[in-house]
């Protein structure tokens, strides 16, 4: 006898693997900073489990792009995706960074630190719920932007910023006063996370995609470039997101549908 009930949502096999990806990368980075934690109460160095910190939070951050891109292309967008989504992202995007920033540094400040970490992973929760309420209602169309600077992207930004913190004092394996910066970037991104800025979220970019040659070749181009040099390009990367959407308003129609790779208008027939 079949006990299913009748509301049992559909679980689409490839996106999921992305979303648990997504969810294991944040849980690991977490065990990191935690281990981390410990080290560093023994006097011990801990810049490399803060290297592989910010790995996994970079690593989500790959998984979370796949996992929409997987369930687009096979037109397999569903509820039970969108809330697993959420989940883990409150994990690899929330807990994982407040911690990371707590943990260099926000712990000085004692109760003060506590309330900074927490600000952050409240209002990425309060984002994510949001988010989730608007694409139910608006499942039918889904949004070409983002109003407000995405909580992936601020994860990113945190994690690789101090990367490039780390790689530039690489002898002492500590970021010094530069550290100081993370508390005032993490007050920020949480209020940009509720701006009014509008972000592009390349959700037209697909397998299907198609673009020029010359274009094609540039973007292998940064692709390796940043792999070359993954300790501070990423960062330069996020900061340009973060920036991009500041100045998108004064660029034209035409370079923003190349740069977000949006279809160009089709030729309109002419009625004879």
């Known amino acids: ?38 080290l560093a109460v023994q006097g011990l160095p801990t810049g490399m489990l803060y290297h592989e910190a910010i790995a996994f939070i970079l690593g989500a951050c ?11 292309l096979g ?3 569903s509820a039970f995706g969108r809330e697993f989504d959420s989940l883990a992202d409150i994990v690899s995007f929330g807990i ?18 506590w309330l900074i970490a927490f600000f952050f992973l409240l209002c ?26 995405p909580i992936p992207a601020a994860a990113g930004l945190i994690a690789s910023l101090t990367l490039f913190m780390l790689w530039l004092r690489e002898d002492e394996r500590s970021i ?6 993370l508390p005032v970037l993490l007050i920020f991104l949480s209020f940009m996370m509720f701006s009014r800025v509008k972000y592009p979220s390349f959700k037209s970019l697909n397998w299907r995609t198609q673009r ?15 792999a070359m040099n993954y300790y501070w390009m990423p ?38």
Not at 15 to 37: D, Y
């Open 1 to 38: 006898m079949n006990s299913q009930h009748p509301h049992e949502p559909k679980i689409y096999l490839l996106p999921n693997l992305m979303t648990a990806g997504n969810l294991f990368c944040g849980f690991a980075a977490t065990l990191r900073i935690i281990e981390a934690s410990l």
């Open 212 to 226: 020029s040659l010359p274009a094609f070749l540039g973007l292998i181009l940064l692709l390796a470039f940043t």
């Open 96 to 113: 994982a960074p407040a911690l990371l920033v707590y943990q260099i540094v926000l712990r000085d400040f004692q109760r003060s630190g």
């Open 176 to 181: 010094g006063s530069w550290k100081y910066a």
């Open 124 to 149: 990425g929760g309060l984002r994510l719920a949001r988010f989730n309420c608007i694409a139910a209602a608006t499942s039918d169309k889904p949004e070409k932007d983002f109003q407000g600077f």
């Open 235 to 272: 960062a330069v990367l996020f900061v340009g997101f973060l920036i991009y959407g500041f100045v998108r308003p004064f660029i034209s129609k035409a370079i923003r549908k190349e740069i977000e790779a949006e279809p160009q208008d089709e030729p309109e027939t002419p009625i004879s």
């Open 75 to 77: 037109g397999h967008e």
């Open 62 to 72: 790959v998984f979370d792009l796949l996992d929409g891109r997987l369930a687009r």
